[in-house]
C-alpha cells in the first residue's frame, strides 16, 4: 500500500482505503470499467484524437474515482 | 510499427520476471522504457498540418527506424545508453532495469513490420525485420490509413496474441497483485499519487495501459471494419479488406515501406538471442546494482536530508 500499515486507517474498516475513501466491490469495479471502456470508445469513434496515450489512461482513471463519487453523492442527497 | 501490443506487453514483462526481480522491478520503469522509443521518434511520423501544408518526416519510415533518423531510439543501444544515464542519475536498480526491460520489449516487438528496427545498431544500420505485417506509415495516408493497415492485416493477430498472453497472466492485473508486487517496487512515488488519488483511482492508473491497449485495439479495428469508407483500385468499399498473408494488406498505395534490411529468416532466432542476452545481462547485474545502491556515497554532510542514502 502507500501509506505504511501503521497509518493505515483502511485496518478498522476493509471497506475503505487509506484516504478513507470507499473500496469498490468487485460488481462496480467492472461496471465502472465497463462504463470507462464503453464511452472512451464511443467518443473516439467521433473524435480519433483522443485515442493517445494521455487522454485513454486520465479516461479510466477519472470514470473510476469521480462516477462511483458522483452516484454516492447523488444516492446521500435523494 | 506495433500498436496496442506496446500496451500489453508491458503487463506480459511485469509478469514474467526472473523470480528473483518479482515484486522488485519498477513498473513506471518498464511503461518509461516502452514508452520511450515513440515518444523521441513518432511524432514527426505522421507529422502536422497546419493551413494545409504538412510539417514532418519527408521519408516517415526512415525517419521513425533509420539511420540518419531517429531509428535509434528502436534500438537496444540506446536503451543501454538512457538506463546507464538513469542509473548514474538515480541510482535506482528498480528503475534502470524496469526501463532497460521496457525498451527492449518495444524494440524486439517492432522487428515484426516490414521496416523493422537496428537491432545491432551501432554495429550495423541495416534493420531487422520479420515482415509480418506492412509498415504504412504514409505522407499521404498519416495514422489512419497506418491504423487500417495494421488492423487488417496480421497486425490485428500480434495485438490479439500480446492481449492473450496478458489474460493467461491474469494476476498481474488483480489488485492484490498491484499491492504485493508493483507497490513494494515504487513505494515513494504510489505513496506521492496517493494523497491525490484514492486507492481505486491508483489501482485504476496500473491498469490504464491495459485498458487503454484494449480500448485503442477495438476503436482502430471498428474504425478499419465499420465506420472507414476507403476507395481501393477506383472502388468505394465499406471497411477496408482484411488481409492476413504474410507482409500484408495489399492494397497500401505504393506497397509495404521497408528499408535496407538483413535476412528475414535470421531475425526471430537473432531476436530472441538479444532478448536472452538482455536478461542474462540484468540478472547478473541485478545484486551487484543492489550492493551499490545501498552504499552510501560519500556526502560532504552526512545528516543533510538530501543525502540518497537516507
Redesign the interface.
Known amino acids: 500500500m502507500p501509506e505504511p500499515d501503521h497509518v493505515d486507517p483502511t485496518r478498522s474498516d476493509p471497506t475503505r482505503d487509506f484516504r478513507g475513501s470507499r473500496r469498490l466491490s468487485k460488481r462496480e469495479t467492472a461496471f465502472w470499467y465497463l462504463v470507462a471502456a464503453v464511452s472512451y470508445i464511443a467518443v473516439s469513434l467521433v473524435q480519433k484524437g483522443i485515442l493517445n496515450w494521455v487522454v485513454g489512461p486520465l479516461w479510466l482513471v477519472a470514470v473510476v474515482v469521480f462516477g462511483p463519487a458522483l452516484v454516492d453523492r447523488v444516492r446521500r442527497r435523494a | 510499427m506495433s500498436w496496442a501490443a506496446h500496451q500489453f506487453e508491458l503487463y506480459a514483462v511485469q509478469a514474467h520476471l526472473p523470480k528473483k526481480m518479482k515484486g522488485k522491478v519498477s513498473f513506471f520503469g518498464i511503461f518509461l522504457g516502452d ?1 520511450a522509443p515513440d515518444f523521441f521518434a513518432k511524432f514527426w511520423v505522421y507529422g502536422i498540418t497546419i493551413n494545409g501544408k504538412r510539417y514532418g518526416a519527408s521519408i516517415p519510415e526512415k525517419w521513425h527506424r533509420g539511420f540518419p533518423g531517429m531509428g535509434f531510439t528502436h534500438t537496444v543501444f540506446f536503451g543501454i545508453v538512457l538506463a546507464l544515464l538513469l542509473w548514474l542519475w538515480k541510482r535506482n536498480r528498480a528503475l534502470t532495469v524496469g526501463f532497460m526491460l521496457g525498451i527492449a520489449a518495444h524494440a524486439i516487438t517492432d522487428v515484426n513490420d516490414s521496416v523493422g528496427t537496428m537491432l545491432l545498431f551501432p554495429f550495423t544500420t541495416l534493420n531487422w525485420s520479420m515482415q509480418t505485417w506492412a509498415y504504412a506509415a504514409t505522407k499521404s495516408g498519416g ?2 490509413l497506418d491504423a487500417a493497415a495494421y488492423y487488417s492485416s496480421l497486425g490485428l493477430v500480434m495485438d490479439l496474441f500480446w492481449l492473450v498472453v496478458v489474460l493467461m497472466s491474469w494476476k498481474v492485473l488483480t489488485r492484490e497483485y498491484w ?1 504485493t508486487q508493483v ?1 513494494p517496487a515504487d ?1 515513494r512515488l ?2 506521492r ?2 494523497k491525490w ?9 496500473y ?3 491495459f ?2 491497449g ?3 485495439l ?3 479495428s ?2 478499419a471494419r465499420v ?1 472507414s469508407h476507403p476507395v481501393i483500385n477506383g472502388v468505394k468499399r465499406r471497411g477496408f479488406p482484411m488481409d492476413l498473408s504474410w507482409t500484408g494488406p495489399w492494397w497500401i498505395p505504393g506497397g509495404a515501406r521497408s528499408l535496407p534490411n538483413v535476412n528475414p529468416w535470421i531475425v526471430l532466432p537473432a531476436a530472441l538471442a538479444l532478448l536472452a542476452v538482455i536478461y542474462w545481462a540484468l540478472a547478473r547485474l541485478w545484486e551487484p546494482m543492489g550492493r551499490r545502491e545501498r552504499r552510501p556515497s560519500a556526502p560532504d554532510n552526512p545528516s543533510s536530508p538530501s543525502n540518497p542514502a537516507g
Request: glycine fraction near 6%.
Open positions: 514508452f495514422k489512419y499491492r507497490v513505494a504510489w505513496a499519487l496517493g488519488i484514492p486507492e481505486r483511482g491508483l489501482l485504476a492508473l491498469r490504464a495501459t485498458f487503454y484494449v480500448c485503442r477495438i476503436a482502430w471498428l474504425y465506420f
